[in-house]
């Protein structure tokens, strides 16, 4: 079984129980916290730590986690480093966004500019995003100099580009056949 079905079927797992017993935004919380604490190269460690027992491992998670996970956070944790699967929590926090966007019916969308974007054009942009897709949008920027001008917009596995740079693009293409 490879690593990104153990991720989803552990995700999924929570996301059913949080959906059935009403904790389904706490339980996001919980995930957000994961995802967070995943990008640390002591947690990572921690993870793949081959000398450090599971009983060890379930303490210490427990400690790290306490009174800020909730009960059902907790208990799939335990299972997952019951099994030995501990390696696969950053995996399941981000299958489990996914699960949480797809319910909610929210999109996420980056938005790469030039230069710096001001609030009232990044506020405009999201409630055109907003209105066109019919979905709540959780849209962040990022800035590339390359870009040269204009933007591009990348909505889950679609991109937009109407950058300075892909229209000189396009014209050196034309201009060389």
Wanted: glycine share 4%; hydrophobic share 40%.
């Amino acid at each position: 079984m490879n690593d990104s079905k153990i991720s989803v079927r552990y995700a999924l797992a929570l996301f059913e129980s949080a959906l059935e017993k009403d904790v389904l935004d706490e339980a996001r919380q919980d995930m957000l916290q994961l995802q967070e604490l995943s990008k640390l190269k002591e947690f990572q460690y921690f993870l793949r730590s081959p000398v450090m027992k599971e009983s060890e491992k379930r303490k210490l998670m427990n400690d790290m986690l306490e009174n800020k996970a909730q009960a059902l956070t907790m208990g799939l944790l335990d299972l997952v480093l019951k099994n030995s699967r501990e390696l696969f929590i950053p995996g399941i926090a981000r299958n489990f966004e996914e699960l949480y966007k797809k319910h909610k019916g929210i999109k996420s969308a980056v938005l790469i500019s030039a230069s710096a974007m001001d609030d009232t054009t990044h506020e405009k942009i999201g409630k055109i995003l907003k209105d066109t897709l019919n979905a709540s949008i959780e849209l962040s920027t990022e800035e590339n100099a390359a870009l040269i001008g204009g933007f591009v917009i990348r909505i889950d596995n679609q991109q937009y580009d109407a950058s300075v740079a892909n229209k000189l693009k396009t014209i050196k293409k034309q201009l060389l056949n």
